[in-house]
DNA sequence: CTGAAAGCGCTAACAT
DNA sequence: ATGTTAGCGCTTTCAG
């Protein structure tokens, strides 16, 4: 573990003329010099303390990924749609040469104090939060903070999310282009899900423009589980409501209904359509496919990264609020009726 | 961004007094002070700064998790096998009071060096790694390191890992137990793959059981992904082997065989009984529901994070490799034959 | 182009 | 129980 002092000493130099090879300052520095220390440099393996370096600089090149353990308790990582995203915004920061630090959170104080403590130079929270606790974030560490799926008026704050009322609108515009008419729309139905109140708008905007009015609307109420799927789907095959088809808001929960619809004698796409949100790699691998609206996961990643340097970088930019594009990916769990 | 100085100077005591209430020390400090430093602390807001810490004490109170993205091309957390094990990971590290720093890593050269910049008081390499590679990097920067599903004969190195050997034991004999005479073994067969490797001598040892050779064996030397799984399914369902069931070293594999045997109008488990390997959460999703050799990644996390803090904390240790029992899951992918 | 001095915020080791 | 001194490894600033 040489030290810069150490380099300069074997070199006869002072610790700046390395430290200035080190950061690669060529201007600085005469090129015999230059390549004699980088020499030594490899020799006695030297490698920069980061400790020290952001104690000057206050600045560690890190950035703070949250993801709260509000949403699915336990094992956040077993949501692979947070794990797929999460790889992806992992690599791209790397690609910016920043390190990773992850991290769970249950209170937003230690979220906060992660920061400072760090003086990290960046954070994303990859689950919604409401605006309210955006501000309190903000607050305690003024560093830029990229918001993922959350909604916040303020201009000023970073958010990356998805066109939630298009997806709403799309899923169910497809449904009743196959002739369905008695549509429902699967979810955790509450104000402070904004995201999910935005897909039931699109899903009433679709049903308006097929003649049909808000009283249509069918809202089959459920947190979004495998589990509580499978019980909304026996209930659907026991014609406890008059549906012929399901907009479900998360592919998990429409893979739970067709799995309960299925264990109590409904063949799924004949007499139950369905649809799901998210395009989970999953969707491929289940029977019947499943039909989906698809946020593509890798350019929303992107998204965020690019957002949150051009904020450390400084540049300036109005574009603080970026809404990524759906799609309907078509599979096998919709059939058309007549 | 009080520090504490600034705390001190409030207060008209020295640093050191606020330094030892900010660590705890009561034994040093009067009650009185100490209380009143602690109501400073609080209303100036002051968080201590991690990096001069470190710095001082030479240890950053992190853990480094790296994955290779040698394995699976691409985000390696669209794996959910490791995804859910890195989410244990990280949960049970911060219940330790440790920061979480990830980094998928293509060379080895990087690892190395991102422990000795950040003075990383531990590391965990999820994915395999060869023996040699190990012992560079335990020769680059001397923190405790714990190598998961590696081999490394030397007693010092700290490895995590499944019993291999049992989980293609069991897997095989319970499809002979169930009838099934002519049983394939499906995965990525090279000698380097020591993993697979000894599953394959927990199939043959259940082979011989059953009184017979290794000369029954049959290699499906695939590489373990979905789509090749797919490829090797439709050889199946065409009778290009004559088997009747098949043990895949991963769930994903066994998937895609199953997919591939489906659309080649094999009907599973009537004319093919399947198991796969890691019990997956999307082995309960798929229809029919996957029978799997589990591994408790819980438990296997668990014994990762114990090891390694045993180690931190220099605790005599003479238990170097865990091996994690596993057992069949039965779900619905075998079926008897007479 | 090279160097000397000062200090980032904290703690260990000694005073008092 | 409290304070003083010194220094972790690096960069910034200012001089040569």
Redesign the interface.
Known sequence: ?ATLKEIAQKAGVSVMTVSNVVNGKHSKVSKDTFDYILSLIDKY?Y??????R??VKKS?HTIVVFTSTFVSHG????D?YL??F???L??FI?ENGY??????VDALQSAA??L????ADGAIFMSPLPAEKIRKIQA?YPCPVVFVDSNDPEPSTLTVGINEFKGGYIATKYLLSQGHRRIGIAGFYDESAKIVQERYKGYVAALKEFGMSESDAVILHTVTT?EAGMKLGSALANHEYDITAVFATADLLA?GIM?GA?LNGCVIPRDLSLIGFDNL??C????PKLTSVSQDLRLKARSVVDLLFRSIEGKADSDNKIVCDVQLELRQSVQAVS
Chains 1, 2 share one sequence.
Do not use: C
């Open positions: 573990m393996d490698v920069p303390n980061l400790n020290a952001s104690l560690s094992n956040v990582f077993k692979p794990s797929e999460f790889g992806e992992e690599s790397r390190y990773v630090l992850v991290q769970t104090a992660s400072r403590n760090w003086h305690q495998y893979l799995e299925r790699s999953l491929d691998i289940v029977t």
